[in-house]
């Protein structure tokens, strides 16, 4: 029994890997899954690419299942049209088929949500090319809240920040002020950032608000902002990856090594996972997913302030009435998010004492600066009179030398000897001294702003 178990487990683990690798090819280059999946996907024409691809996928799985073809699926609803009665018996076999798919996922130890989920592509699929099958949703199992996924807080994101490289601080910059899925993150295209950032740093912005594409699973646009963080992180990073590039900007920032596309959404989990790591980050064995900092984080911090406001700045739908009586829809979505920032700030001044203590360090700065230059004033007047008089002793003591060099008295001669050997040991200490002077000078010359 613990054989077949394993065995299993097995299964599942590689179908979902299979899947999940197949997804992550979609529009790919090089590969052949758009071929292989194309007679699947010829039967969705809604949605985008990547959504139809999704959803043959699912239906592949249901064909496979029920060891039947698309086609096949459509003559069956072709032929009880013909009469009201069969029409409705295959509805009611349809709806059961469904079911029991569902239910037979559920046996192969799915977790709750995939098995919810996979079921929803032939239900796509017969809206499509048949009619819509009712009542099936509500007989799955309720919506199963994840209890293996790490939650972000501040105070981590803020850890990992500060240990994090530049890469690295604009990934965490981006992802907490954008809220984006990893689908839409990965599609962020480095000259839209470079000119928003151009154009905070020319009109002395801190946030800058702008439109961001159609969400991949709503089709609503966002009003996206960049925090402060996003904008320095960003100002350092494109120059960078430009250099990197041989001094051509790639379309994607977060691209692939051969700059030709963007990387996958494993890739990007990954440099998540770096980033937790290199920190130090205690995760307690739950699972680090993009997604539970790109929406989660955001949205969760922002709804607490206005749920409507938190859905047209994160792309969720929302009603046009409830949006009827904002006048100024832009400018209200920019307030609430400054008033957000608080809550999601990397390193950010929430309570203005750090700008109060960044005062009063530069004018403790600048007294010491006044100090110096004053100090520096006083050592170049000393060194000044020092230098004069040390000249002036010299050719005093010159004078000397010629006045006794033909003097006939020996005592005289061997007294002046004797002084003249004890003030060339002082002049010398004294030359010495103004050596180290002169270039202790110079160096606080060299310091001075």
Sequence with gaps: MESRGRIHKQEKHSEQAIIEQNLSKVGRKGNGFEADMEIYRKYFSRGKKRTQYRNAVKLKKYCEWAKIKPEQLIEKYVTARKSVNTLKD?????????????????TKDYKINYCRTLPLGILAFYSENCETIKAVTKEFDSVQIPTDEYVFTQEVLRKVYYYADLEGQTLLSLATCLGYSSIDF???ECQKLQNLVKEATDKGLEFIQFVGKSRAKTSVQPRSHLTPEAINSLKD?????????????????????RADTHITNTGLNKKLKRLIRKANIETYGKHVKF?????KFLYSRLQAKNRDIAKVITAKRVSASDLTYIPDLN????RVFKETYKEIALNGDLTGKTKQKQTEELKA???AISSLQTELHALRTREKVAVEKTLELNDYIAQIDEALAHH???????IYDNIKQ???????????????????VGFKEDQEP
Aim: glycine share 6%; aromatic share 12%.
């Design 422 to 440: 004890d003030v060339d040991l002082k002049l010398e200490h004294l030359s010495n001294k103004l050596d180290r002077l002169m270039k202790f």
């Design 90 to 106: 295959w509805e009611r076999d349809t709806r059961s088929k469904i079911l029991s798919f569902y239910n037979w996922l559920k």
């Design 365 to 367: 700065m600048s007294n």
């Design 237 to 257: 990073y494109l120059p960078f990856l430009e250099k990197k590039h041989n001094g051509k900007l790639p379309k994607y920032i977060w691209c692939n090594g």
């Design 186 to 188: 990965l599609n962020l």
């Design 331 to 334: 400018g209200e979505c920019l």
């Design 408 to 414: 006939k008295n020996k005592e005289i001669r061997e």
């Design 291 to 295: 997604h539970c900092l790109g929406r």
